[in-house]
C-alpha cells in the first residue's frame, strides 16, 4: 500500500483492549477513562479478518498494544491465529510486562517474536508514583521472563518525563547493556496539539518514513496517531476503511481529541 506521500505502508499496530492494570501518569488520569462497552470490541475472529483483508493490500507487520494487551483474555490464542496468516511475518508486543512470567512462554510458543516494556525508572518509590498502582518488582521479572522465552530482541520503552526522571536515564541505560536489552527514549507527547518527537533509538516519530496504521479496539483504523481521522471497518467495511485510511494518510499529524494514549497504545 503505497499513500499519497510515497510512503509503504505494511505495518499495521492493533489495540486489542483500552483497559489496563497501571494507571501512569502520562497515559491516563489517576481515577482512570471511560471504557468501551464489552459488545462494541472487536471479537478474535473479526481482527483476523481485517487483518487478511489487509494483507491482500501489502500488511505484513503486527504489533499488539492497548491499554495494556495481556490484559485481553486469550490473548495467545490470537497470537496463534495472527501467525497463521502467511503473510504476516511479524508480530510483536507492547506491553507493561507485569503479567509476562505468566505468559510469555505461551505468547512465543504461539509466534509471538518479540516485546517492548515500559520502564521509566529503576527507583521502586519513583515507579510507584508514575505509574500510580505497579510496582518495580513485577516488571523486572517480566523482563526476565522474556529474555527466558526468547521474544526477542526485547526493547526498553523508557518516556522522558520532563521535572521527573532525568536523573534516571543512566541507571536505566546501564540495566539495559547489562541485559541485552535494546533501550528507547520517548519524549512525552500531546495528542491535542499535535506535538510529537522522533524516538531516540526507534524509527516512530519520523512521519517521511512513517509505514503504519491503527486499529482501535472498537474497529477504527486510523490514520496517523496525532491526527481526527478514523474510518470504521464496521460501517465502511474492511477494504474501503484501509483504502481510505491509506488514501487520506496524513503528511503529518497536526493533534487529535478522538482517542487518547490510553485506547490507541502510542
Avoid: W
Amino acid at each position: 500500500m503505497l499513500d499519497r506521500y510515497n510512503r509503504h505502508i505494511n505495518y499495521l499496530r492493533i489495540s486489542v483492549t483500552d483497559r489496563c492494570n497501571f494507571r501512569c501518569q502520562y497515559c491516563m488520569p489517576a481515577e482512570g477513562v471511560p471504557l468501551k462497552k464489552h459488545e462494541d470490541i472487536l471479537s478474535f475472529d473479526e481482527i483476523i479478518d481485517i487483518v487478511k483483508a489487509g494483507t491482500k493490500l501489502g500488511l505484513t507487520k503486527i504489533r499488539l498494544t492497548g491499554g495494556e494487551p495481556l490484559v485481553r483474555k486469550d490473548l495467545s490464542l490470537l497470537v496463534k491465529m495472527l501467525s497463521d496468516i502467511p503473510e504476516i511475518t511479524d508480530i510483536g508486543l507492547t506491553t507493561n510486562g507485569v503479567l509476562l512470567p505468566k505468559y510469555a512462554k505461551q505468547l512465543k510458543e504461539a509466534g509471538l517474536k518479540r516485546v517492548n516494556i515500559s520502564l521509566d525508572t529503576l527507583d521502586p518509590i519513583k515507579f510507584r508514583k508514575i505509574t500510580r498502582v505497579g510496582e518495580l518488582a513485577d516488571v523486572l521479572r517480566g523482563i526476565d521472563a522474556a529474555l527466558e522465552a526468547g521474544l526477542l530482541p526485547v526493547k526498553i520503552n523508557f518516556v522522558r518525563i520532563p521535572g521527573e526522571n532525568k536523573t534516571d536515564e543512566q541507571a536505566v541505560r546501564d540495566f539495559c547493556q547489562k541485559k541485552n536489552l535494546k533501550l528507547r527514549f520517548i519524549r512525552q507527547m500531546d495528542l491535542r496539539t499535535g506535538e510529537f518527537y522522533s524516538v531516540e533509538g526507534g524509527k516512530g516519530g519520523i512521519c517521511e518514513i512513517c509505514n503504519r496504521l491503527r486499529l482501535t479496539a472498537d474497529g477504527f483504523i486510523v490514520p496517523c496517531l496525532h491526527s481526527e481521522l478514523r474510518f470504521s471497518t464496521r460501517e465502511l467495511g474492511i477494504e474501503k476503511a484501509f483504502k481510505q485510511a491509506v488514501q487520506f494518510k496524513p503528511e503529518k499529524g497536526i493533534g487529535t481529541s478522538t482517542h487518547e494514549f490510553s485506547n490507541i497504545g502510542g
